[in-house]
């Protein structure tokens, strides 16, 4: 059987978002990761395209198998900013989170780190610690 990637979104819960705020969070958590590394914009003569690039096995193993993504809680933006700095020197897919701050927050917050699809044994050596976002 071969593995299976997972994706896993670390979300803050000091900030006190509403639901709505954490849904949109995650849906940028969950493909900030991917879609900045697997699509180059190009433009020739005006004409604006896409190409898709090389995907990475877990990547699309991903896509095309269950889509696991868990949801980690974190309690601090140094918390966060320590996952995300460790998940990027270990090389992989990932991206901070920053809410822009025009409604809920009232300024620019970091609010979660996404994590992957990548293999789940990699992910866990640093976030395997965290606790399920309740």
């Known amino acids: 059987m071969e593995k299976e990637p997972k994706q896993v979104i670390v979300m803050r819960k000091d900030l006190g978002m509403s639901r709505g705020k954490i849904i949109a969070q995650s849906a940028h958590a969950t493909k900030a990761p991917i879609f ?3 699509i180059k914009i190009t433009e020739v003569n005006g004409i604006v395209g896409a190409k898709v690039k090389e995907i ?3 990547v699309a193993l991903w896509f095309t198998g269950k889509w696991v993504a868990i ?3 974190i309690d601090s933006d140094d ?3 320590e996952i995300y700095r460790q998940a990027k020197a270990a090389g ?3 991206d901070l989170i920053t809410d822009a701050g025009r409604t809920e927050l009232g300024r620019p917050t970091n609010t979660a780190v ?3 699809p990548w293999w789940p ?3 866990d050596k640093i976030t395997g610690h965290l606790p399920l976002y309740k």
Request: net charge negative; hydrophobic share 40%; charged share 25%.
């Open 71 to 73: 949801g980690l809680r």
């Open 121 to 123: 044994e990699e992910i």
């Open 56 to 58: 990475p096995l877990p």
């Open 114 to 116: 996404g994590i992957g």
């Open 79 to 81: 918390e966060l900013l």
């Open 36 to 38: 900045p590394d697997m």
């Open 92 to 94: 992989l897919p990932c």
